[in-house]
Every structure is written in structure tokens, then in C-alpha cells.
């Protein structure tokens, strides 16, 4: 098995300040040199991406005077995938008065990432989440509030507090709006470059330290080399490695992965959450999936035929006693409301038993009769209108009168490029932010944490720490024509040459369906040895193809959405190596996965903590048969013990 | 089912354009518009042919990049329904669909389906914010906003910034969008002191970028797929004149 790896030095977080836990950040803040206004605008901050993350840093740095230059590949900033986050944001405001604090909120989030995040990284979260409210209502974010006038809460993913501050089913839409407009004025005040259309394709690093980046327009196909005193990458999640998930066409990995290439570490790939409640896939046409919110879960029963051969009948012609409430019979005390991870995977067990219902056999039914009978059609309408709506625009059933149909799907990644408690990659002037980074949910996110930590993130911890780094320079400046720019300019050149070179029979998207198709079937919420060693030589013989059938059309010097995608896909078959690679070494289960090696004797996760109690940071392995580098941060609560989960 | 699609193509923005028909057969009526335009394309790269161009990305109806007129509509024939949220269920067989991109003065063409809607950003960065710079927010409970006011607020805050309104408009006018940002945050408390500045800077942008005047056609809110409302133009028309009076 170790074949697959090699095992390096164990890496260490210097960044955090030691001390009570409440005072790191007050400590850190003051320990952080700061620049001379005046000094600023002499220096320059890229930023790649503009969701919650990229958008909200980019905003704040440009107020902060820095000369920022920002980038997405989207048509405007505003349609980061951020805008589609639906359920809400958890802030330790306290306003319901229920016992709600900073400690119990940065408790939970280290228990909900299953003891593997950073105590320090999570406490710092949850201190400024009570900030992040605040600035976003000062930028005029409608979020719901109570007649009185005041802001409401709910309380959303388990948790027993009120906490969760939402805009409908909106609230990803409505911060990201907010931290645009907040983007867009100080574009319009010429404080933001922004380069809309434009993709990031290489990360340009002299003598050590990252200092820019090789975009692509992908109007013009123009390829330039752009340079700063640091680079932010808030590129996001890798969740489309598994082609279907909730994320939106155009997420990819290659930021982060030609950061990972160029010697940043990528940290524990092999987390990712799967979502219960989507809409499952309707045939081999089908391009993403929807989310639809949790809630339903409240009072929908998730159930599938007791027998195989019931699987085609129409749901109505199944009598009570042939059904299998499966998550009712298996955790009689959580029911339908156990957590994502456990319902995700019960749902792909008894699909993959042959008891899945709807297109492929893959869904089961989320049935709202027994509440339509107990609180009546208009309660349920007034309840879950909207979701119901949208599950019958997709699908063209009516959940009123026949049950859901859901499936799991890939939501959310919480590994990500190793940041220390700066935001800092093992690249100096590196930083990365939100999802890309891998800092703060560990191996599971909480619901309604994603958006905390994006903010948190942009709005409050980056322009401190990325102030300290900045303080040293300005840093000498780097023309197009030094060697390591010249370099990475050609590499990136050369590469789209070969894509379009290859001039084979078989479609990018072709290639990325089968990718994914392993990904979901190895590497998804349950993983055996067996299974991802086969996996990993699946995806090495699927690249291998790629580089010599792959049929990209058209060419470079003009807008090719096909050769975007191409580039993309050659990123994620190396991904998904190393999210098989890091999967395979952990061979206990965690958070969101299940190994299935690694269980209780009633079939329930089982951790190790004296084992696997560590961030698994790899390093990129040069060579094309050469093998990644594991280096391990180890991990320490001093809080928050270690505890074991149980729904039963 | 088996339909003909009739689709815009244009290499670039100096290319003339033309209308082409393509049969897509065998497409599910579960397939999503955009969905239907995959399978195609899918099919043209391998028979060499050059794939169609068009702006897409969360493919669930929130993102607004999606942009093209169907049939003649913006979005298509369902109400209050994005492109990408269109499903292939709505058409019957045999049906000759025509597929166009958003056609206005201020979007020019890129290529195919896909325009530039930069002018859009432009409006937003001329006014459409309020000037809270990070860390100088008063606590969030300071100010209480009226449930009503925080709801309509939210109603019009749902823009998604597509343009169909604009595709729509026989003038190219963004009057309903500007209006949407216009109302959202004049609605608001924090909004207040910039109220007249925003609406007077985000309409002279409006004219600047070179789109259309409002002249109540209407068209723009039918084919919103958020529905905000005409009644927000009157909201920004009333705004416009107080804030004129003051300047007098």
C-alpha cells in the first residue's frame, strides 16, 4: 500500500500563538507588523477568484489602500458558485438568548469536524463570525428578520442553538452580493482591477516566494503573465472531480493544483461532503445536480421498497408493509434527521442493494404523505413551498401527490491547499482562502459554516495576516522577461499546444463523466483498500488515454470553452490520484467517509484517533512516475476532547 | 423526442452571424435546455464540427449567467424560469426551436450566444453599494428595520443580474435592474444617506453604457425570472425626481 507514497518530515503550524485560546487572535492581530498607508498602494495583491472568499478580501484590501488585481473566470464577479449556498450563516451572536456562545459555537464546529481541525484556526472562526453579521447588515444584506424589526435565527444542521442567520433560501446570493457591491465600488473608484473572463493557469514564484500568476483571457485567448507582492487564491472547491455534483459547471481545481505543483502543499484532498438531499439524476444527459435544503428531513420519511422487484412499481401501488423506512429501522432515535454522511451513505447502500428507486435505480423516496395527513397540504406548503417548487420544475412530478425522489451528491471540500493560522501556504506570499484552503471544518462542515468561514476569511483574517507579509516588502520588481516568468508563460503555452494537438476521438466531457464515475463509485462516502488501489489504476490508465484521445476543437486565440475545460480535466485525473492516494492512507473512518475497514461491530464509523489525529499535507511529486510526500501536522486539542458520535 | 434547433452563430464579434438548424434526436424530455445544447455539442465536436458558445454555470437558476432567447423570449417560454432551469418536457417533438443570444446596444456579441455584460458591473460600481467599509459596522441589532420594508427589500435584492430584462426591452433599457438595486438598498436605513447619489450615478451610468430609456413597455418584468416587479421602476422614478429637486 505505502507504494503509492512516500513518507516525508511532519510539518508544524508556527503561525498560531500559544496562550489561552480566546487571546491567540487578539495576539496574533498585535504581533502582525502593519503597513504605512502610504505605503500601500505601492503594493500589489492579486486575488484569483470572487466568491464570499475572494471577493470579500478583494474589497477589504482595496479599502486598506493596497493595489488590488482580481480575477474569475465567470462573465462578472457576482456569479461566483458562492451565490448558490442556500441554507444560511452561523454567527455566536446569542440573540435568542439560548445559551449560544463563541466557545460553544468554535465547540461544535470541532466536534462536527470529527476532531480534525485546528482548535486554534476554529476558535478564531467563531470570534469573528459575530463581525461578519454585523458588516453585512451594514452593507444593507436583507437578512430575515422578526417583526419587531430585529434579525432572526434558526437553527439549522443539528445543532441545538439558534444561530443561523439566512435571507430565505437565498443567503449565499444575498453576502455575495453584498461583498460585490462592496468589490464594485472600489472598482469603480479604480482601487480594483478586474479582469472578468480571465483564467488562472500557472503560478509564477521567484526566488521562493509567489509573485503572480499566467492568466488566460478567454475572450482574446491572450495569455499574460501578471505580477504582485503576493498572490490570494480563493479559487474554491474541487467537488466537480466527481463531474456530477452541486457545483457550478465551471469550479475546478487548477488554481490550486498548479499552486500544489508548484510546491504548496495539498492538504487532506480526500474530504469531501456528500450532501442526502438532492435531486437525483434523471439519465446520461444530466450535466450538475441540485441541492435541495436538508429541512425537507424535518418531516419527509426516507423510504425504499423491501424488495428488488417492487423498485419499478409506482410508489402508490406499494403497500406499507412492503416499504423499508431504512433510517427509522436503522437509528431509531434520529430517524430521517441523522446526520448528512450516515443518511448519504444508507441512501447508496440500498441503492446499491438494488432496492434504489426512479432512473438507473439511483434514488430513494423522500415521502411527505404522513405529514400532508398529520399538519395538512397547507402547512407543508407553507413550510417547504419553494423547495417543493423546484423539485417539481426539475423533475416535472408533483412531491404533493408522489414521494421525492433523492439522492446523495458531492457538496462541499474540506481539503484544500495547507494554510498555517496566516492563511499562509508553504509558498511565502501564497495565501488562500475559503474553501480552497483546508483550515477550518476538518474532516465534516457544518451546515451554515461555509459561508462563516468564507467571510471570516476575506473580511477579518487575510488583511491582517497578508499585512504582516506585506510589511516586509514592497518586494523588488519582477519584469515579463525574468527567466521564472519567461518559464511559467511557456508552460502554460505549451500545455494548451498539446491539448489542442492531441486532435482525437473522444470529448472532454467524456473523459470527465468517467473520471467521476470512479471517483463517486471508490472515493466517495465509503472506501475500501481494494477499492481505491483499483481506483488509482483506473484514473492513471483514464489520463493516460486522455493525453492521446482527447478531442479538443477550435484553437487558443479565441473563446474556447472547450479547451477551458480540457485544461481543468487534466488537473482533476491528478487530483483524483492524490484524493485516492490520501484515502487510501487513512484507513480509518472519519467525518464524512466510511472505511469500510474501519467499523464498530454494529457497522458504525470507528476513528483512530492514536493513528490518524493529524493533517495529511502532500507534497507534489516531480516525475511523472514519481510519488507524492506525506508530511502529518499533528493535532492537539487542549479543549475540545476527542468524543465518539452516536445516532442510535 | 426528436426537435430542430435553429441557433445564432458568430464566430466573433466582427463576424456578421447567422441563423443554423441542427436536429437533436433522442433527447429526454428530463433533459434541461442547456442540457439539450450538451448532447448537440457533444455530437458536433466529434463530427468536427465547432461546438456552440453559450454562458452558463450554476445551472440552477441563481447564478444568472445563463442568457439566451427561445422562441423569441428571454429564457424561453416558462415564467419566472431561467434557461438552464428549462426542461426539455415543455417542447413536444418534432418542435423547431429557435435559440438566439440577449441582443442589445450594450451587449455586443462574443461569440455565438454568449455577450458581454460588463455594462451591467458599470451601473452597480457607480452607486449601487452602500459605503461600509470593513470593520467600521455598528452591531447589527443598532438598527432595526421594519419586517415589511426588510422583506420588499429582499424581494427586489433577488436580481440575479442576467439581462433578460434588458434582451427584453425593445429600447435595451436596464431600467428594472437598476431599479431592483435602486429600491433594495433605498429601502434599507443604511441606504439612506447615499439615496440620491446612488440613483442619480447608477442612471447616468445607465445612459453612459449606452442602454435604452424606460418607456413602461413592461416587457422587462415578464420575462424576469426572479418576477421583480414594474412597480420598482415607479419606485426609482419617484427616488430620481426627489433627488433632482434637491440639487436644484
Redesign the interface.
Given at each position: 500500500m505505502a507504494d503509492f507514497w512516500n513518507d516525508g518530515d511532519p510539518i508544524a503550524d508556527t503561525a498560531a500563538p500559544e496562550g489561552p485560546i480566546e487571546n491567540r487572535w487578539e495576539k496574533r492581530k498585535f504581533s502582525a507588523k502593519l503597513v504605512n498607508p502610504a505605503n500601500r498602494r505601492k503594493l500589489t495583491v492579486i486575488v484569483v477568484g470572487t466568491g464570499l472568499a475572494g471577493g470579500?478580501a478583494a474589497?477589504?484590501l482595496a479599502?486598506a489602500g493596497y493595489h488590488v488585481k482580481s480575477y474569475c473566470y465567470?462573465?462578472?464577479?457576482?456569479?461566483a458558485?458562492s451565490?448558490?449556498a442556500q441554507g444560511g450563516i452561523n454567527a455566536a451572536?446569542n440573540?435568542r438568548n439560548d445559551g449560544d456562545s463563541i466557545y460553544r459555537l468554535f465547540y461544535d464546529t470541532v466536534k462536527g469536524g470529527d476532531f480534525r481541525a485546528r482548535e486554534s484556526n476554529v476558535y478564531r472562526l467563531a470570534t469573528v463570525s459575530v463581525?461578519i453579521?454585523?458588516?453585512?447588515?451594514?452593507?444593507?444584506v436583507?437578512?430575515?428578520?422578526?417583526?419587531?424589526?430585529?434579525?432572526d435565527n434558526r437553527s439549522f444542521g443539528g445543532t441545538q442553538v439558534s444561530r443561523t442567520f439566512y435571507?430565505?433560501g437565498?443567503t449565499g446570493?444575498?453576502l455575495l452580493?453584498g461583498a460585490?457591491?462592496?468589490m464594485?465600488?472600489q472598482?469603480?473608484l479604480g482601487n480594483i482591477e478586474?479582469n472578468?473572463r480571465h483564467e488562472m493557469l500557472e503560478l509564477i514564484i521567484v526566488e521562493g516566494k509567489a509573485r503572480g500568476i499566467v492568466v488566460r483571457d478567454m475572450?482574446t485567448g491572450e495569455i499574460t503573465t501578471e505580477m504582485a507582492d503576493a498572490v490570494v487564491l480563493a479559487s474554491g472547491g474541487y467537488g466537480n472531480v466527481f463531474f456530477l455534483s452541486t457545483n457550478?459547471?465551471?469550479c475546478n481545481v487548477t488554481a490550486s493544483w498548479r499552486a500544489h505543483r508548484k510546491g504548496a502543499l495539498f492538504a487532506n484532498p480526500c474530504y469531501t461532503q456528500i450532501h442526502p438531499t438532492c435531486i437525483p439524476e434523471?439519465?446520461t444527459?444530466?450535466?450538475?445536480l441540485?441541492?435541495m435544503s436538508e429541512s425537507l428531513r424535518n418531516d419527509g420519511r426516507v423510504w425504499v421498497p423491501k424488495s428488488a422487484s417492487d423498485c419499478q412499481k409506482p410508489a402508490s401501488d406499494i403497500p406499507e408493509e412492503d416499504r423499508d423506512y431504512y433510517l427509522e429501522r436503522i437509528y431509531p432515535s434520529f430517524g430521517n434527521l441523522v446526520p448528512r454522511d450516515i443518511a448519504s451513505r444508507a441512501a447508496k447502500n440500498v441503492c446499491d442493494e438494488g432496492r434504489g428507486v426512479g432512473?438507473g435505480g439511483l434514488g430513494v423516496y423522500l415521502d411527505f404523505a404522513d405529514a400532508i395527513k398529520r399538519l395538512g397540504k397547507k402547512a407543508v406548503e407553507a413550510k417547504y413551498g419553494n423547495l417543493f417548487e423546484m423539485y417539481q420544475?426539475?423533475?416535472?412530478e408533483d412531491p404533493y401527490s408522489v414521494p421525492m425522489r433523492i439522492y446523495p451528491a458531492v457538496h462541499y471540500t474540506m481539503g484544500g491547499l495547507w494554510v498555517d493560522y496566516d492563511l499562509q501556504s508553504t509558498i511565502p506570499g501564497l495565501f488562500v482562502v475559503g474553501e480552497a484552503n483546508f483550515s477550518d471544518h476538518g474532516a465534516n462542515r457544518l451546515g451554515a459554516s461555509a459561508l462563516m468561514q468564507g467571510l471570516g476569511d476575506g473580511?477579518?483574517v487575510l488583511?491582517t495576516t497578508l499585512g504582516n507579509y506585506l510589511a516586509s516588502g514592497p518586494y523588488e520588481k519582477i519584469g515579463a522577461d525574468h527567466e521564472e516568468v519567461v518559464a511559467a508563460r511557456k508552460q502554460v503555452e505549451d500545455r494548451i499546444a498539446k491539448l489542442l494537438s492531441i486532435n482525437g476521438?473522444r470529448?472532454v466531457?467524456?473523459f470527465h463523466r468517467e473520471l467521476g464515475h470512479i471517483m463517486w463509485e471508490y472515493c466517495g462516502m465509503e472506501r475500501t483498500e481494494e477499492g481505491l488501489t483499483k481506483a488509482i489504476g483506473l484514473i492513471r490508465s483514464l489520463k493516460e488515454e486522455f493525453w492521446q484521445r482527447v478531442?479538443v476543437?477550435?484553437t487558443g486565440e479565441?473563446?474556447n470553452?472547450?479547451l477551458e475545460k480540457a485544461g481543468r480535466v487534466a488537473d482533476f485525473f491528478e487530483l483524483g490520484e492524490l484524493m485516492c492516494i490520501d484515502a487510501l492512507h487513512r484507513r480509518e473512518s472519519c467525518g464524512g467517509h466510511f472505511r469500510a475497514e474501519s467499523q464498530t461491530p454494529d457497522g458504525e464509523a470507528l476513528r483512530h484517533d492514536d493513528e490518524f489525529s493529524y493533517v495529511a499535507a502532500w507534497e507534489y511529486a516531480t516525475g511523472e512516475s514519481a510519488k507524492p510526500t506525506l508530511h502529518k501536522e499533528q493535532l492537539e486539542f487542549e479543549y475540545v476532547h476527542p468524543s465518539t458520535r452516536s445516532y442510535k | 423526442m426528436d426537435i430542430q434547433v435553429r441557433v445564432w452563430r458568430q464566430?466573433?464579434s466582427s463576424d456578421k452571424g447567422r441563423m443554423e438548424s441542427y436536429d437533436v434526436k433522442d433527447?429526454?424530455?428530463?433533459?434541461?435546455f442547456?442540457?439539450?445544447l450538451?448532447?448537440l455539442n457533444?455530437k458536433?465536436?466529434?463530427d468536427?464540427?465547432?461546438?456552440i458558445?453559450f454562458?452558463?454555470?450554476?445551472?440552477?437558476g441563481?447564478?444568472?449567467?445563463c442568457s439566451m432567447v427561445i422562441d423569441g423570449v428571454a429564457h424561453g417560454p416558462e415564467k419566472a424560469?431561467t434557461a438552464c432551469?428549462l426542461?426539455m418536457?415543455h417542447f413536444k417533438d418534432g418542435d423547431k426551436i429557435d435559440v438566439e443570444p440577449w441582443r442589445a446596444a450594450a451587449f455586443p456579441v462574443?461569440?455565438d450566444l454568449?455577450v458581454?455584460?460588463?455594462n451591467?458591473?458599470k451601473i452597480?460600481?457607480?452607486g449601487?453599494?452602500?459605503?461600509?467599509?470593513?470593520?467600521?459596522?455598528?452591531?447589527?441589532?443598532a438598527?432595526?428595520?421594519?419586517?415589511k420594508d426588510?422583506?420588499l427589500?429582499?424581494e427586489a435584492?433577488?436580481c440575479?443580474?442576467c439581462g433578460a430584462c434588458v434582451a427584453a426591452c425593445p429600447n435595451g433599457s436596464a431600467m428594472l435592474f437598476t431599479a431592483a438595486k435602486v429600491a433594495?438598498?433605498g429601502l434599507?436605513p443604511?441606504?439612506q444617506p447615499e439615496r440620491d447619489t446612488r440613483v442619480l450615478d447608477m442612471l447616468q451610468a445607465q445612459d453612459d453604457a449606452g442602454f435604452g430609456g424606460c418607456t413602461n413597455m413592461g416587457e422587462c418584468s415578464q420575462v424576469c425570472p426572479k418576477g421583480i416587479p414594474l412597480t420598482l421602476i415607479g419606485r426609482l422614478n419617484s427616488d430620481y425626481r426627489k433627488a433632482l429637486r434637491k440639487q436644484l
Open positions: 470579500s474589497a477589504t479599502e465567470q462573465d462578472s464577479p457576482r456569479r458558485h451565490i448558490a451572536k440573540y463581525n453579521i454585523d458588516q453585512c447588515v451594514a452593507q444593507g436583507p437578512f430575515a428578520r422578526e417583526y419587531g424589526g430585529l434579525l435571507a430565505r437565498q446570493q444575498q452580493l460585490y457591491q462592496a464594485e465600488r472598482i469603480g478586474m472578468s475572450v457550478a459547471k465551471g434523471s439519465g444527459h444530466q450535466s450538475k441540485t441541492l432512473p420544475r426539475i423533475t416535472g473580511y477579518f488583511p476521438d470529448t466531457d467524456s478531442k476543437p477550435g479565441q473563446l470553452q472547450n | 464566430q466573433d433527447i429526454s424530455p428530463d433533459a434541461s442547456l442540457e439539450m450538451d448532447v457533444e458536433l465536436i466529434l468536427g464540427d465547432d461546438p458558445a454562458d452558463h454555470d450554476c445551472r440552477e441563481i447564478c444568472g449567467a424560469t432551469q426542461h418536457r462574443i461569440k454568449v458581454n455584460r460588463g451591467l458591473d452597480i460600481a457607480a449601487g453599494y452602500i459605503t461600509a467599509p470593513t470593520g467600521a459596522a455598528p452591531e447589527a441589532h438598527t432595526p428595520v421594519p419586517k426588510a422583506d427589500a429582499f435584492a433577488t440575479i443580474g433594495h438598498l434599507m443604511q441606504g
